[in-house]
């Protein structure tokens, strides 16, 4: 996992990034957002439960909520204000984090990349047949996986992520790690179906929110990102087309300038409304001149 990650910077370090990574990755996801973040910010990418080296836990998450207690103790090492980054699974406790946490006050900045929120599309007539094709995967792979069928499961999986875009071969090195983390995709799907109010908890988001999505996702979570772009209050939305599910690692280069810069913005907004007040209370305090 990344721990932290310091650089040369003409900025001074200010708050800490928390970037979590997609079922079936880790930490290390965020390699290049750590080199582009250079050393302006504290970066903690951990690794969510039960992937990469936080395999510990003999009882898994299934809510939101328990992924982002599973994560406290780390998290806690983080002085300062928050600027939570997430992408897909991890965007969602990223969400959770922002909106119904012990940390959500901290939260200065969110970035989400399509974050797996499938339920806020439930109640749309529109969009609720996404929801349904979404649980009935995490039916298919949950039967799967309950006969020991781990690569199926996972071949299910990619095939979805991948949306309309060409598929992604994996080597038999990433095959074998996505076996070893195989069960715990039935946790996160249960996690994701589980969340309730979502419409509401993020049409009240107060922070800067900056989103992410792909033109070659599937339809589920370019249409998430759409209903969240239309709640979020100020929210500045990007749309790659030429992306898929995977854009940080695939358009990292792209995305990652705008993250930073999207959270240098917050931040220096953050230190001049601070100034101001400031400001304002000493030309309170100060005496007034005698007549």
Not at 240 to 265: C, T
Request: charged fraction near 15%; glycine fraction near 8%; include cysteine.
């Amino acid at each position: 996992m990344i721990g932290s990650h310091h650089a040369p910077s003409a900025r001074r370090p200010s708050g800490c990034v928390i970037a979590l990574h997609c079922s079936l990755g880790s930490g290390r996801q965020w390699a290049r957002l750590a080199d582009e973040l250079g050393g302006s910010y504290r970066l903690i990418a951990p690794d969510i439960s039960g992937y990469g080296g936080n395999r510990g836990s003999v009882v898994l998450p299934t809510t939101l909520a328990e992924e982002v207690a599973c994560l406290r103790e780390r998290i806690a090492q983080a002085e300062g204000p928050l600027h939570l980054v997430g992408h897909s699974y991890g965007g969602a406790i990223a969400f959770k984090m922002a909106t119904a946490s012990v940390f959500a006050s901290r939260v200065r900045s969110l970035t989400l990349i399509e974050p797996v929120l499938p339920t806020l599309l439930a109640d749309s007539a529109a969009d609720g047949r996404l929801h349904q094709q979404f649980a009935q995967l995490a039916h298919e792979l949950s039967l799967d996986l309950s006969k020991g069928l781990a690569m199926e499961a996972i071949d299910k999986f990619m095939t979805f992520w991948n949306g309309s875009g060409p598929p992604e071969k994996l080597s038999p090195e990433a095959r074998l790690r996505m076996i070893a983390h195989a069960d715990k995709l039935a946790f996160d799907f249960t996690a994701a179906l589980a969340e309730e109010n979502v419409a509401a908890a993020a049409a009240g988001i107060g922070v800067p929110t900056l989103l992410f999505s792909g033109g070659l996702s599937p339809n589920l979570t370019q249409r998430i990102v759409a209903r969240l772009a239309s709640l979020i209050p100020g929210v500045d939305a990007r749309h790659l087309p030429a992306a898929g599910h995977m854009l940080p690692l695939s358009h990292g280069k792209l995305i990652n300038p705008e993250i930073v810069r999207h959270i240098a913005r917050t931040d220096d907004f953050a230190q001049a409304s601070l100034a101001s007040r400031f400001a304002a209370a000493a030309l309170r305090l100060s005496p007034l001149p005698s007549p």
